[in-house]
């Protein structure tokens, strides 16, 4: 038999729970796709599914065979797609939410894809909420933290790290913390988002891992609010260095502890699903990971 139509049965009989569902899906009769399945098996000489008369499930090998499969069938997909878009231009609307902090760094690119693109329109909605992605019917999420939806698909595009930093007013009133166990004793203002919520982990100069408990008066959504109120001298922020680039230049913002180095987080642009991805997103994440490369600098000012 057709190893890829093999291949292909195997996938949409996971996907779709049983054999019945997936005939119907692929328009073949329940005996073709188990047969299909049952070749696949044969071929390999091990068990991908286990069968019982009111369910299937995947076996411990089929897991693992099943993630590959599904890489497989989407790559080529998306070979298909790529062919097809030499004999296309993108149409349609694009629908894009933008985390707000993040809005200056994906504006560029917004104007450059409207510009090379005008059958296209956008709509651009920018906040910090976990949207549902499929239920508001957006294409393409930017965002720091990766999504809690783990059947989104995530494109990490350019890497970026946190700055320890306060204001020196701050520090005249309130003094420089010299070491790690000292910020225990200051307004630490952090990020809802942070993964770890009542410490700040860092790599020292070894690359050992390092951790400092904190608590502050202010957790907010919001980078913006954390840098206006790290500007004004209200505490210490773990702050994303695209955001206090400019501030710590010009040093209205001072770095802290720079014998430790937070961790690398991710600019991620997350999207419902690989199959059939629009040529419209495709081609804005490409855009959007080429712009990235371009500022790394901004993102990671070390």
């Given at each position: ?5 093999s291949?292909t049965?195997?996938v ?26 049952q070749?696949?098996e044969?071929?390999l000489?091990?068990r991908?599914?286990n ?20 890489q ?25 939410y ?21 059958e296209?329109?956008l ?17 393409l ?24 930093c306060?204001?020196p007013?701050?520090?005249e ?35 050992a ?6 608590s ?23 702050a994303?260095?695209?955001?206090v ?9 001072v ?31 490409d ?10 600098t ?5």
């Open positions: 038999m057709d190893r890829l139509t291949l049965a195997f949409r009989v996971v996907d779709n729970g049983g054999f019945s569902a997936a005939g119907r899906r692929l328009n073949m009769s329940t005996t073709m796709v188990s047969s299909h399945v070749a696949l044969d071929r000489g091990v991908l599914l069968r019982t008369t009111r369910k299937v499930s995947l076996t411990e090998v089929g897991k693992v065979y099943y993630d590959r499969a599904t497989i069938l989407a790559d080529l997909e998306q070979a298909d797609d790529v062919a097809s878009t030499l004999q296309s231009t993108p149409r349609g609307t694009l629908r894009l933008i985390a707000t902090h993040l809005v200056p760094f994906v504006a560029p690119v917004v104007t450059e894809f409207m510009s090379s693109y005008p296209v329109k709509e651009v909605m920018m906040g910090e909420r976990d949207v549902d992605m499929i239920e508001e019917g957006f294409d999420a930017v965002r720091l933290t990766p999504p809690r939806d783990s059947s989104l698909i995530t494109r990490s595009l350019a890497t970026w790290r946190h700055v320890l306060c204001s007013d701050y520090i009133r309130h003094g420089r913390p010299l070491q790690l166990a000292d910020l225990a004793a200051h307004n630490c203002i952090r990020h809802v988002h942070y993964p770890y919520p009542d410490e700040w982990r860092f790599l020292d100069r070894d690359g891992p390092a951790a400092a408990r904190i502050g008066t202010l957790v907010t959504n919001s980078g913006e609010t954390l840098r206006q109120a790290a500007l004004h001298g209200l505490g210490i922020s773990l994303a260095g695209f955001l680039h400019d501030d710590l230049e010009a040093r209205r913002l770095r802290l502890l720079p014998d430790y180095r937070p961790f690398d987080f991710a600019v991620n642009a997350i999207y419902p699903h690989r199959h059939h991805l629009a040529m419209k997103v495709r081609i804005f994440m855009l959007l990971a080429k712009h990235s490369a371009d500022q790394q901004l993102i990671d000012p070390h």
